[in-house]
């Protein structure tokens, strides 16, 4: 009975939306017994939701294109405190003033590389989970610090070589009761969890066949940049990309593996090529069942494709340092603030108010089902968002937000390093996305034979 009068109580102030918990003697007697199942749901939900109200969250590289969103959607979507920061103050305070949460988050000046600062931050902030949305680079310092001072981690990604490193740290994570899932943007991320979704529907796996592209309908199409940092734009240009295929990693030429896909209508037809990314360093691993290839392509958009062509071409990947007078800049440095400046003027502009700019994945999970060929199909597309005035991007900045949101209630508390398909439940996280308009679809192709 006492059970009871805490479901109850539970249940009452999750509706009143206060965190105070207190039960009093009187509530026990309006439980009728028949109650009490879904005073259990009810008092489950208030538990959840009231860890979440407690909520704490450090966001790293706050003042980036999708890191500045990944604050909105957790102050937003799951009222976390959040300390929002970069390695400049005004960077991340512009950043968050463009996007309205100016006094409702606390930024901070913070180099995600300074593990004894980060440790310290989380330490004496009182962080449960860490986002690190500065470049990937940094990825391990800010797991060493995360391990060190008790918090869960997510990222976005590390670019095939750092995340298999990453991965290596699984037992350390394991010993201290702490989750890191990594590679949580759009792609990785909402791929890997889309191939783990076809793959729990097969029998058997053969090959998934991962595709990205992005773009706008305007009729004379804008010069435009893809929803990631320039930095790896051109690290995908210039570093050989990395596919399994017969289950080995094997290493392929620059923007080979040249193929024609149909992605999701309005975008039709597009030409993709082999990329570096970190989809094809874990999936096949991950979701077993005899799963041979996995490889990753992008669409790029022709005039970007054309720009970032000239731009390596011109040298401006090179990381060694050129003379300008008295200053030594390296022309991806150079490059870099060019870029970051554009993303912060962007954020001021007025807002688009008619969809036209998308990004959009395919992931095609070939198998066997009942002893029969089929296919699992994902299309997930998302549009920028002219009522909240958020781009595309979002599809990178919501999951690690969500995630993050996951590790500090509880959804998500397997200890360890893992990456997306090992840990999240599909479903429960497209039905998250679809909630800020990211949409995804499934559909499945079953072969009968009449022979
Ligand atoms: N999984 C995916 O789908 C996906 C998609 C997009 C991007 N990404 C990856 O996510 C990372 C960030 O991408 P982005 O497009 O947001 O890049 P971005 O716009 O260049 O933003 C990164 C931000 O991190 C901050 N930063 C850099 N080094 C830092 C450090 N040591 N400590 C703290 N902050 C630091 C920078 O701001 P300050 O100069 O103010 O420090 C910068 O604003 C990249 O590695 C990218 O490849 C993954």
Redesign the pocket.
Known sequence: MLAALELLDGGQLLHSQTTNFHFTQEILHLIPSKCYADALVIYCTYLTERRALNMKTLV??A?????AYTVQDLVEFSKAEVVA????LE??KKAMTDLNLGDRVKVME????NRDAVAKTVKSEGVDTVVN????Q?NIAVMNACLRAGAHYTD??G?FDTSLKQLEFDKEWKKAGLNATI?L?????LTNIAGAAGAAKLDKVDTINIYCSWGNTLPVKEPGWP???V??VLDEFTQEPVMWLDGKHVKQPVLSGETTVTMQEPIGKVTAYYVKHSEPATLGRYVGKGCRNVTFRIGFPSTDFATFSTLKSLGFAETEGIQFGDQRISPLDYL?AM??RA?AKSRHDTPPSEEYEYDAFRIDVFGVRNESPATVTYHIITWNDPQRGIPSARD?SVPPAVISHWQATGKIKDPGVFPPEATVDPEPFFIEMGKRKIRAEEHFTETKKFY
């Open positions: 790293l590289g003042s980036g294109q999708i890191g920061a970069s390695r400049k960077n991340v913070l180099d995600a590389n949305c500065a470049w990937y940094t976005l990604g670019f590679g943007g759009s792609t990785p991320g929803g990631y940092s930095r790896t870099t870029y970051q993303i990178t």
